[in-house]
Antibody
């Protein structure tokens, strides 16, 4: 069964950092572009970042570029999102996925 | 960024009746490889997004055939031939022809 499980979400103060992880199973991560999408409470979906199969290309939406870093470890079938300089408006559920399949999400709350 | 405009934003439907959601993009979604990268997602209450349709009209595995997608260029439609209770949720169109990938605002389908 294809599955992705996100972890690492937490309550953090503005200006703080978090590292989200995504463990993939049931498929070979290295075959796919991977991405992170988020959903603020009661709001719609936002695509944040993409990473190519071998990690050689990365794309970010403007408002996270320079603060967030997407990475992957194909040997461990894992995807990551390093988030720095967090803002209150980054509060959301963060999902990792291939486009076709998405995890259950992990909640990031940025608040003082 | 490509703006995806969905209508209606709220869709009350009687069980067994058809439903239709429109999605219009601010630019053509035809990519240089001649494909059109327009997908539809369903998000049931409390769940993560699930892709239903990719490249305008292709149903994902396990998606009931009462769901269909159509359209071209900048104008797309998701149709449900006969709405069932399990179809309640929010539906999003999404383009990944252009970076950043962008979603529509979402259409909330409810049973009348």
């Amino acid at each position: 069964e294809v599955q992705m499980v996100e972890s690492g979400g937490d309550l953090v103060q503005p200006g703080g950092s978090l590292r989200l992880s995504c463990a993939a199973s049931g498929f070979t991560l290295s075959d796919y572009w991977m991405g992170w999408v988020r959903q603020a409470p009661g709001k719609g979906l936002e695509w944040l970042a993409n990473i190519k199969q071998d990690g050689s290309e990365k794309y970010y939406v403007d408002y996270v570029r320079g603060r967030f870093t997407i990475s992957r470890d194909n040997a461990k079938n894992s995807l990551f999102l390093q988030m720095n300089s967090l803002r209150v408006e980054d509060t959301a559920v963060y999902y990792c996925g291939t486009g076709e399949t998405w995890g259950q999400g992990t909640l990031v709350t940025v608040s003082s | 960024d490509v703006v995806m405009a969905q209508s209606p934003l709220s869709l009350p439907v009687t069980l067994g009746q058809p439903a239709s959601i429109s999605c219009r993009s601010s630019q053509s979604l035809v990519y240089s490889d001649a494909n059109t990268y327009l997908s539809w997602f369903q998000q049931r209450p409390g769940q993560s997004p699930r892709r239903l349709i990719y490249k305008v009209s292709n149903r994902d595995s396990g998606v009931p055939d009462r769901f269909s997608g159509s359209g071209s260029g900048t104008d797309f439609t998701l149709k449900i031939s006969r709405v069932e209770a399990e179809d309640v949720g929010v539906y999003y169109c999404m383009q990944h022809t252009h970076w950043p990938h962008t979603f529509g605002q979402g259409t909330k389908l409810e049973i009348k």
